[in-house]
T-cell receptor, first 113, second 114 residues
Framework: DQQVKQNSPSLSVQEGRISILNCDYT??????FLWYKKYPAEGPTFLIS?????DKNEDGRFTVFLNKSAKHLSLHIVPSQPGDSAVYFC????????????FGEGTQLTVNP | DGGITQSPKYLFRKEGQNVTLSCEQN?????MYWYRQDPGQGLRLIYY???????QKGDIAEGYSVSREKKESFPLTVTSAQKNPTAFYLC?????????????FGPGTRLTVL
């Protein structure tokens, strides 16, 4: 069963506008969430994370929002830049599962100049 | 220059042959992981190791084997029992085996079985 789901395989936005990437999860034991960015033929790189005790975490142009009641998180990128074009994965972990991460399927973001 | 290295970047093997993918890290991380990525799918955990000489199965361990004899190294063997081995394989490590630790990834190895 897919415990972390990214329902949009792709998203296209104009440079300078906001990109919003969404992620839903089903396992209520998840209490730490991460976003990774991946370019083709490379390994993912860590972007930003959020603990379940918070509902927002911001780092420069990147902000992650967590809605625990809806089991939903989102990544906002403002302003979007062409270099942001990549696949974005959300991932989740649970205190009870040690360091294991469960990943979503990924969303391909394309930022058009 | 700390990081994770995976070699080779591209690997071709004939069906029925075992193949070993290399993963080395000089970050002094305790935990290491192997993932597999297929088109349109997320990363799926194959095996992970939280400490030297110990490892656990992930979600899709069948047809794979690992060893963790040294802290820096976590090789993955894809055996002939793996039914669909063609994929992009990613190795990762984290400082501790803690649920709040971010994982750092290597560049990946693309395995093609002919």
């Amino acid at each position: 069963d897919q415990q972390v789901k990214q329902n949009s395989p792709s998203l296209s936005v104009q440079e300078g506008r906001i990109s919003i990437l969404n992620c839903d999860y089903t396992n209520s034991m998840f209490d730490y969430f991460l976003w990774y960015k991946k370019y083709p033929a490379e390994g993912p790189t860590f972007l930003i994370s959020i603990s379940s005790i918070k509902d927002k975490n911001e780092d420069g142009r990147f902000t992650v929002f967590l809605n625990k009641s809806a089991k939903h998180l989102s990544l906002h990128i403002v302003p979007s830049q062409p270099g942001d074009s990549a696949v974005y994965f959300c991932a989740a972990s649970a205190r009870t599962s040690g360091s294991r991460l469960t990943f979503g399927e990924g969303t391909q973001l394309t930022v058009n100049p | 220059d700390g990081g994770i290295t995976q070699s080779p970047k591209y690997l071709f093997r004939k069906e029925g042959q075992n193949v070993t993918l290399s993963c080395e890290q000089n970050l002094n991380h305790d935990a290491m992981y192997w993932y597999r990525q297929d088109p349109g799918q997320g990363l799926r955990l194959i095996y992970y190791s939280q400490i030297v000489n110990d490892f656990q199965k992930g979600d899709i361990a069948e047809g794979y084997s690992v060893s963790r004899e040294k802290k820096e190294s976590f090789p993955l063997t894809v055996t002939s029992a793996q039914k669909n081995p063609t994929a992009f394989y990613l190795c990762a490590s984290s400082m501790e085996a803690s649920y709040r630790n971010e994982q750092f990834f290597g560049p990946g190895t693309r395995l093609t079985v002919l």
